[in-house]
């Protein structure tokens, strides 16, 4: 199985709403990330998990929290989010294994996110 | 920091040959990745230089120059459905996090 699946694939939400997007993969892969991508624009990093534990925040904001409960799930909650929060976010997982820093990164088909 | 520059339209005609370049800065180098992109779908990963030289694995070729910081992505006996964006990409020192090049959209025409 080398799939990394998320849900919900399209969510569109309120500002005022809460919503939660998941992410789960069975490779085996301990580094779980969360990356936002506009339209045309390269992948942007938001967080990375590594054996469970938050790695990197890239300067996220605070309505974005993170949550690993253990090695195959990645949730990324949502909170009162902007409508220039609308993109597209995807998961990814890699083995943890820093030596190998080229890695293949698995990505998930992303939830398309609208807030209106 | 790091920086890649890769062109951001290229076009090419069906069964022909095209080359996608992507330049880099960084202060620790890891390799250089390329990713793979069509319309509404998730990156996929084609291949990843560590060392100089050209990695080959079917149509798709990568070489990488250190001394230059310079890498390439070739595409060869183009089909329509290559036609997608792909993303050159360095993996920052000392840990997961990747840095993304802004993205080559291929056109390939009949």
């Known amino acids: 199985d080398t799939e990394v699946t998320q849900t919900p694939k399209h969510l569109v939400m309120g500002m005022t709403n809460k919503k939660s997007l998941k992410c789960e993969q069975h490779m085996g892969h301990r580094a779980m990330y969360w990356y936002k991508q506009k339209a045309k624009k390269p992948p942007e990093l938001m967080f990375v998990y590594s054996y469970e534990k938050l790695s990197i925040n890239e300067s996220v904001p605070s309505r974005f929290s993170p949550e690993c409960p253990n090695s195959s799930l990645l949730n990324l909650h949502l909170h009162a989010l902007q409508p220039e929060d609308s993109a597209l976010y995807l998961c990814?997982?890699?083995?943890?294994?820093?030596?190998?820093?080229?890695?293949?990164?698995?990505f998930g088909q992303g939830t398309r996110l609208t807030v209106v | 920091g790091q920086s890649l520059e890769q062109p951001s339209e290229v076009t090419a005609v069906e069964g022909a040959i095209v080359q996608i370049n992507c330049t880099y800065q960084?202060?620790?180098?890891?390799?250089l990745s390329w990713y793979q992109q069509h319309d509404g779908g998730a990156p996929t990963f084609l291949s990843y230089n560590a060392l100089d030289g050209l990695e080959e694995t079917g149509r798709f070729s990568s070489f990488l120059s250190r001394s230059d910081s310079y890498g390439y992505l070739l595409l060869q006996e183009l089909q329509m459905k290559d036609s997608a964006s792909y993303f050159c990409?360095?993996?920052?020192?000392?840990?997961?996090?990747?840095?993304f090049g802004a993205g080559t959209r291929l056109f390939v025409k009949a």
């Open positions: 960084t202060s620790g180098f890891y390799g």
């Open positions: 990814a997982s890699s083995q943890a294994n820093l030596a190998s820093a080229g890695t293949e990164a698995f």
């Open positions: 990409a360095v993996r920052a020192p000392g840990g997961f996090k990747t840095i």
